[in-house]
């Protein structure tokens, strides 16, 4: 490609992780084209997920702790990267105390387990240079085991065994989605190509060096010095056309959640359930919240290259859904009663998520349980990227974008 300032590049996919690369790419001089089938950038699974910034402590059937150290150097420049690549503070958005992390009776990880993994991830967290940049200042971070009498005033379920309160937090991912569209309109670098069906990507000439050109149901679009392949749906699909073959094994599932606005301020505490299918609320500033229940949420999981369109997918009614997931948390946190009372308006939104794994989350030897395989892939000109999760697509972004005007 040389070192040209006005080097073409294809951004494929409109996320979290195909929007923060085109921003780092026109900064850095480049000419962006990005393309989506959506309407508009940051619509599906960026958009609607619980916004978590993952540290690790989610993932303690890994006590190898490969996930926590992929996952933390993302997490803790999250904020920063964010806030510079959307000009604004992320403060309104943060959730507003640590979360609490609680420790099912069906967990595939026993209660003392989970703690020894979290004091494990606790000194990763402490030891890291960027602690403090995190959404809060985990620098001192430290994992605390609930007495009997705060797990019973929390949930009061037997069917809750532990509770630990986690230096962990999440953002509100509607909010930051609306900033990260404007900011890919108003920069002038970047051409937004919207409402567009990618095809294929392929070269256009023997060398894979050189030019390429993407397809799409509407024409071929090109030529291109590079092509990013940043896609959370039909990645592989696309990379197949590149000359990418799939790797290893990988699962694509469909997920939806509720996401509520109550009439009038709630005071919560956010609360995951551990560790495998079960759920978790997220509060994120005592009016807007985040609702789920695994497998009541999850409409589709696929093994297929290319996962079923979300149109063909059996979506129950939304007050069926509504009402179990509710009933689902209330059972174990009575608590959420008082936001199904208060709700003034609830959202039933997903899309699909990808991951390099495979299984059941309720089987301890599922490989979904370890989130370490993620990363990026070349054939030439061409780079896919398997962004892992939500809080790491900013970090890999600019990396990947530094990596490219290099060469």
């Known amino acids: 490609m040389g070192k040209s300032k006005q080097a073409?590049?294809?951004?494929?996919?409109?996320?979290?992780?195909?929007?923060?690369?085109?921003?780092?790419l026109a900064r850095l001089g480049s000419q962006v084209t990005l393309f989506d089938m959506a309407a508009q950038p940051c619509?599906?699974?960026?958009?609607?997920?619980?916004g978590k910034i993952h540290l690790g402590y989610l993932y303690s059937a890994d006590p190898s702790l490969?996930?926590?150290?992929?996952?933390?150097?993302?997490?803790?420049?999250?904020?920063?990267?964010?806030?510079?690549?959307?000009?604004?503070?992320?403060d309104p958005v943060i959730t507003l105390d640590d979360d609490f992390y609680l420790c099912h009776r069906q967990s595939v990880v026993s209660p003392d387990a989970m703690a020894s993994y979290m004091q494990q991830v606790d000194a990763q967290v402490r030891a890291h240079p960027d602690a403090?940049?995190?959404?809060?200042n985990v620098s001192q971070a430290q994992t605390r085991r609930l007495t009997a009498t705060e797990l019973n005033t929390l949930t009061g379920s037997p069917d809750i065994l532990a509770g630990f309160r986690v230096p962990e937090r999440s953002v509100q991912t509607t909010w930051i989605a609306d900033r990260f569209a404007a900011a890919v309109a108003a920069e002038p670098r970047i051409?937004?190509?919207?409402?567009?069906r990618v095809t294929a990507a392929q070269p256009l000439t023997d060398n894979l060096e050189g030019a390429w050109q993407v397809e799409t149901l509407d024409g071929s679009a090109g030529h291109y010095d590079k092509v990013i392949n940043a896609l959370w749906q039909g990645r592989m699909e696309i990379d197949a056309t590149a000359g990418l073959p799939p790797i290893g094994v990988w699962t694509n599932r469909y997920r939806q959640s509720l996401f509520l606005r109550t009439r009038e301020p709630v005071v919560t505490p956010c609360v995951i359930v551990a560790t495998g299918p079960f759920g978790d609320i997220k509060n994120y500033n005592s009016r807007d919240f985040y609702l789920s229940w695994y497998l009541d949420g999850l409409r589709a999981e696929s093994t297929a290259v290319t996962p079923p369109d979300p149109s063909t997918l059996e979506m129950p009614a939304q007050g069926q859904l509504t009402a179990s997931i509710f009933d689902h948390l209330e059972a174990l946190l009575p608590w959420v009663a008082c936001l199904r009372e208060n709700a003034e308006r609830i959202d039933v939104e997903g899309g699909w998520v990808f991951a390099a794994g495979s299984g059941q989350l309720s089987n301890p030897a599922a490989t979904l349980h370890r989130r370490s395989e993620y990363g990026v892939v070349r054939r030439g000109a061409y780079v896919s990227i398997d962004t892992g999760k939500y809080s790491t697509a900013p970090w890999v972004a600019r990396t990947v974008a530094a990596e490219l005007v290099k060469k």
């Open 43 to 50: 619509t599906a699974a960026s958009r609607w997920n619980e």
């Open 8 to 24: 073409r590049i294809a951004v494929l996919g409109a996320g979290i992780m195909g929007c923060s690369l085109a921003l780092y």
């Open 132 to 136: 403090r940049h995190y959404l809060t």
């Open 191 to 196: 051409e937004v190509r919207m409402r567009t």
């Open 66 to 90: 490969r996930t926590a150290v992929h996952l933390l150097q993302g997490a803790l420049l999250f904020r920063p990267l964010v806030e510079d690549l959307l000009s604004t503070s992320l």
